[in-house]
């Protein structure tokens, strides 16, 4: 029988894990990342399910295997995330091209230097616009991979890679307006990005509102306008009947078309008026 500490890896050597494979944008399996326990190369397997990373190191004298949750975290643990470092030669990511660029503009009218101070950057293997996912703090808790069209990429058509646990796990656009007072609630980071010009946004990376979610921002704002894309009407009426009595007041929104699609003119009006 192996020792205990073969079995699976310790807490630090799952994080070492999680790490590399967010640094490696491992979406499939990969042998790249190094076994934390035998050091040894190309005999450790991670492959990325939804739920979390699947490990085993194939050399016999090692034999670690196991899971490792990207979703388990704590409240508690924000204070632990640490900025992303990207190594542009390794991971094939660099800036956005001009062509970036201009399709962000086009699209979603997203300047040129809007995207920078985002710090959204570019997956030139794939084709796919990568955003940081930034909690309320500024910290980054991890990378948003959007495929743009003409994508080569195989993979879903957006693919969250978190860099640290956290429960949060939803963005907060650098620069948006500072206010206690109202936190407008949008489905994704282009539209909270756009929101943010007029309002406190953040998207939700998604359709749903956890428990965890709704309470962190009972925590830190009074009212909420839940602005989902105009296919998503039903789910946020659930969100709001599930968590109203959180806040002073919980609105919802029933846009024409999605935030991120809004005209500037438009836009500005619409949340200009519902937040003043
Ligand atoms: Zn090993």
């Known amino acids: 029988m192996l020792p205990a500490n073969k079995v ?10 999680r790490m590399d494979a967010y640094n ?11 076994c934390p326990c ?14 979390g990373l699947l490990y085993k190191c194939f050399r016999a004298s090692c034999g670690v295997s196991g899971f490792i949750p990207t979703a388990a975290a704590s409240l508690y643990n924000e204070q632990k995330l640490v900025p992303v470092k990207i190594n542009p030669y390794k991971d094939n990511i660099s800036s956005p091209t001009a062509g970036v660029y201009a399709f962000l503009f ?4 997203i300047t040129k230097k809007e995207a920078m101070r985002q710090g959204w950057m570019y997956d030139r293997v794939c084709h796919r616009l990568l955003m940081p996912v930034n909690n309320l703090y500024g910290y980054k808790a991890g990378m948003l991979a959007k495929k743009l069209p003409g994508s080569s990429y195989g993979g879903p058509k957006v693919v969250n890679y978190w860099e640290v646990p956290d429960r949060i796990r939803m963005h907060f656009p650098i620069g948006a307006v500072k206010g206690k007072r109202v936190i407008v609630v949008v489905e994704d ?19 749903s509102m956890s428990q965890t979610q709704a ?21 946020a009426r659930d969100i709001q009947r599930k968590y109203s009595a959180l806040f002073k007041s919980f609105r919802v929104i029933v846009p024409t078309c999605d935030p991120k699609d809004m005209g500037e003119t438009q836009l500005g009006d619409t949340i200009g008026a519902l937040v003043a």
Request: with cysteine.
């Open 8 to 17: 699976a890896l310790s807490v630090a050597q799952k994080n070492q894990v």
């Open 24 to 34: 490696l944008s491992v979406d499939t399996t990969t042998h790249d990342v190094a």
């Open 38 to 51: 035998c050091r040894q190369r190309k005999s450790f397997s991670v492959t990325r399910q939804d739920a």
């Open 106 to 109: 086009k699209m979603y009218g």
């Open 189 to 207: 980071i282009l539209s909270a990005t756009r929101v943010g010009k007029y309002a406190p946004s953040c998207a939700l990376l998604g359709t």
């Open 215 to 235: 309470a962190f921002l009972a925590r830190n704002f009074k009212n909420i306008l839940l602005i989902l894309d105009a296919d998503a009407v039903d789910k």
